[in-house]
């Protein structure tokens, strides 16, 4: 969870820096504001796995593997929203680079793809909170 904290946060200082240094802010606005929706997804999923990670720690252990597993797979969701974001960033700072500010539509796309796995993580996540695992979890916790 935290490796791809400290690398989320990275990719998006790097957008931020390229972002600052941009003249044609406002044509890239509604990337900015993807980003910026992605990034705050990730980090909440992140926070709640990490959550999950730390309620595994004091339950049996039947439960424990069962969680830690889920947990696992959302993690392997969140790195390929990670990864979306990496690619994103560097078209755009690569366009930044060479002062481009053509056709906007593939960064659209590759935020577009990234925020749909990060919905899909999030579904995820709430069926594991519905489930009789999670549940099992807080009772025991209990």
């Known amino acids: 969870t935290e490796d791809y ?12 820096d390229a972002r600052s240094k941009s003249k044609h802010g406002i044509r890239f606005l509604e990337v900015s504001e993807r980003v910026d929706e992605l990034f705050r997804a990730t980090i909440g999923q992140l926070r709640r796995t990490y959550q999950l990670y730390e309620l595994s720690r004091n339950i049996s252990p039947e439960t424990r593997k069962s969680i830690l597993q ?3 797979n959302v993690m ?20 930044q680079e060479r002062n481009q500010t053509g056709d906007l539509s ?7 793809t990234s925020l749909r796995v990060a919905q899909r993580t999030e579904e995820r996540l709430r069926e594991m909170e519905g489930s009789g695992n999670w549940n099992t979890v807080t009772r025991e916790m209990q």
């Not at 904290?5 to 931020?16: A, E, N, P, S, V």
């Not at 593939?106 to 577009?112: F, K, M, N, P, Y």
């Open 106 to 112: 593939a960064l659209r796309d590759e935020l577009d």
């Open 5 to 16: 904290l400290i690398l989320l946060r990275t990719i998006k200082g790097r957008f931020d």
């Open 70 to 72: 889920q947990r696992e």
């Open 76 to 95: 392997n969701e969140i790195k390929a929203s990670i990864d979306h974001l990496e690619t994103a960033v560097s078209h755009f700072t690569t366009m």
